[in-house]
């Protein structure tokens, strides 16, 4: 990559989450910067994310691993749901497999990239599963090392839940943007354009989604000379 060379890819999380978030992430692509997104593939609007990715080849694809949820709630983090037990690695092993499968089953093909609901495999044993899973597959695992870095600051919560819509603003958006580092960045996102989700991160999502589809980010990616791509054109650089 020359010096001086900026390149981006936003992708959105919890593609298949619902039929909202669905729809924001063809907004965020269509209308938008986004280039990439993650697919849930346990939901029930999974299929209905799969059906309009294979229309839309030009958007990359990986896999959300869901393996459960936590929420803030009485000062505390709670579980919400749990998919297996995150010290069990025999069970994250074939819970991992069993996810590859039916992303396979649902988009013919196999992830460009791989990463987690709430961040689970940046803690072990979930990474160490994670990265052989990635490396089998020759795909980035989000931010553990490659030469693509990642950004979470397009995010409009705090650390315990509370509203924080100033850093999902397109003002915020925009400077994210002019202050990217040399290299390849993912910036994370979560557009949606309905609420018809559970969870803690629902009226988020809608802010989100018209950040990213603001005129002025996309001025700004251009004024900076950003190059906007996906994990299909950077599989695994590092």
């Not at 999380?13 to 692509?29: I, K, T, W």
């Amino acid at each position: 990559m020359p010096p001086g060379n900026r390149v981006l890819i936003v992708n959105a999380d919890d593609f298949g989450l619902s039929p909202g978030a669905n729809e924001g992430v063809a907004a965020a692509h269509e209308r938008g910067i986004l280039t990439s997104a993650s697919l849930m593939v346990r939901w029930p609007a999974a299929a209905e994310a799969a059906a309009y990715a294979r229309l839309h080849p030009q958007l990359s694809i990986g896999l959300h691993l869901d393996l459960g949820e936590w929420t803030f709630k009485d000062e505390s983090w709670q579980l919400a749901y749990q998919v297996v037990p995150l010290e069990n690695a025999e069970a994250i092993a074939q819970e991992i497999s069993r996810q590859f499968e039916q992303f396979n089953a649902l988009m013919g093909r196999e992830p460009t990239h791989l990463d987690s609901h709430q961040h689970v495999h940046e803690s072990e044993p979930v990474r160490a599963l994670c990265l052989k899973a990635a490396n089998e597959r020759n795909i980035v695992l989000r931010n553990t090392g490659s030469a693509i870095g990642y950004s979470g600051q397009f995010y409009g919560q705090s650390n315990k839940g509370h509203p924080y819509p100033e850093g999902i603003s397109v003002e915020s958006l925009i400077k994210v943007i002019k202050q990217l580092p040399e290299g390849i960045t993912e910036l994370g996102c979560h557009p949606a354009v309905r609420s018809d989700m559970e969870g803690m991160y629902r009226a988020e999502r809608l802010i989100e989604c018209e950040s990213l589809c603001h005129p002025a980010v996309r001025a700004a990616v251009t004024a900076e000379n950003i190059s906007l791509r996906s994990f299909s054109t950077w599989r695994n650089p590092g």
